[in-house]
């Protein structure tokens, strides 16, 4: 995590490497201890659209990391339908010769908004080869929006943040429009 904070901070990123009883509200602990309380700990973002950053070691085929970038927000429950139909967005795209032909978001709502955002496309398109960008994809868990992707190292997440940037921009966007309450934290 020292690693990636100090990488992150070099791109002009701001965070450090979370404290579990400073960084996250006690009544939010227990739902996000899933995502954020690994071996490794997890990362506190600031000045971005990313609220923490939270990786699992796993160990299949050689060693990669489940990333998961929490957008935190108290109205956001997982097993709410509306939230699924809201905020769930799974990339997909056609290569051909490396080079992007068709790229597109499925899901949600949401959904529609990343394949709208020509920055966004942009970004992911130039990036495409990176296994990081290719296995992006959003979620809704309880009391947060997660960007999840997977990470063979530090660098490789660094290296693409700005894309994770640009979706978790989004997500907050479509908060403010669909009104579901005002999120004092």
Request: a negative charge; proline letters at 3%.
């Amino acid at each position: 995590m020292k690693e990636l904070a100090d990488q992150l901070f070099s791109l002009g990123i701001y965070c450090k490497v979370g404290n579990m009883v400073l960084d996250i509200p006690s009544s939010l602990r227990p739902y996000f201890e899933r995502w954020l309380f690994h071996r490794d700990g997890f990362l506190r973002m600031y000045g971005t659209n990313i609220d923490y950053i939270g990786i699992e070691d796993i160990v299949r085929m050689g060693p990669f990391y489940n990333v998961y970038c929490l957008i935190q927000n108290q109205h956001i429950i997982e097993n709410d339908n509306n939230a699924f139909k809201l905020f769930c967005a799974n990339p997909y795209f056609d290569l051909r010769d490396g080079k992007v032909t068709k790229l597109g978001w499925s899901g949600g709502v949401l959904a529609d908004i990343l394949t709208k955002d020509i920055i966004l496309c942009d970004l992911f398109a130039n990036d495409i080869m990176k296994e990081e960008i290719r296995k992006i994809s959003v979620k809704v868990a309880d009391y947060a929006c997660i960007v999840e992707t997977r990470a063979w190292d530090p660098s490789g997440l660094a290296s693409i943040y700005q894309v994770i940037d640009r979706i978790g921009l989004n997500v907050k966007e479509l908060l403010k429009q669909i009104h579901l309450a005002d999120d004092d934290e």
